[in-house]
């Protein structure tokens, strides 16, 4: 991958938002889903050794917040040895990330895994700490339809729902946004919001409902030709 295959500035920062959504919602695994696409590119172009320093940074970003992510997560498994584990690495991954580097609380963040490295009980003592973006809680209703369709996928890998089934939820809601149309993105922000199984199960039945409508529509188009 070159340079020019990165992720743009768009996808990064629906992505950031969409896995700070998660995180914040206590989706401690389900938020590396939407970070990791973008790591993962990142790392790809800026393993040649010609990429820009915002890249560079940016890919340090998100593996330090992907570590931190699955930090909590293992520690609230009482994984305890995996949770100390990635508290120092991401610490390592962060060090050399500006403090406050898109909006992000990064020495903040820095400190509460250097904190959860010393002492990874600490999580059944306390709340989770927060990630901001710009000083503010990234609630669902926040998240632009992109980063909505990312977290809503995240969230269905994490709770062995259809992924694929989501994902097309996301294509039909961008398609109709074109037109002024909202049926699939209200579905999927409820999907995102829902704070427990029972409500998303509810939101999931309508939202794949109405896709398998829109798929049927599809394949009997493609019938024509």
């Known amino acids: 991958m070159t340079t020019s295959d990165a992720p743009d500035e768009a996808a990064r920062v629906a992505a950031l938002r969409a896995g700070l959504a998660l995180y914040t919602a206590g989706e401690f695994h389900a938020a590396h889903d939407p970070w990791e696409g973008v790591w993962l590119g990142l ?14 940074r940016d890919e340090a970003l998100f593996h330090g917040l992907i570590q931190f992510a699955a930090a909590q997560h293992h520690a609230r498994t009482r994984n305890w040895p995996g949770a100390v584990g990635l508290a120092e690495s991401g610490r390592g991954y962060l060090a050399d990330v500006p403090d406050d580097y898109r909006g992000i609380d990064v020495a903040g963040a820095r400190e509460a895994l250097a904190r959860l490295q010393a002492d990874p009980e600490r999580v059944e003592r306390e709340p989770a700490p927060s990630l901001r973006h710009g000083g503010e809680r990234v609630a ?3 998240l ?79 019938g024509l030709f």
Do not use: C, M, N
Request: hydrophobic fraction near 45%; avoid cysteine; aromatic fraction near 6%.
């Open 43 to 56: 790392t790809e172009a800026t393993a040649a050794g010609d990429a820009p320093d915002s890249a560079v």
């Open 140 to 142: 669902p209703e926040s």
């Open 144 to 222: 632009s339809l992109d980063a909505a369709g990312q977290a809503a996928e995240a969230l269905a890998e994490e709770h062995d729902l259809d992924a694929d089934a989501v994902a097309d939820a996301a294509r039909f809601a961008r398609e109709e946004e074109a037109v002024g149309r909202s049926r699939f993105a209200a579905l999927l922000f409820d999907f995102v919001r829902a704070e427990d199984a029972g409500p998303r199960g509810i939101v999931y039945d309508r939202l794949t409902g109405l896709v398998e409508r829109e798929r049927r529509k599809e394949r009997d188009v493609e």
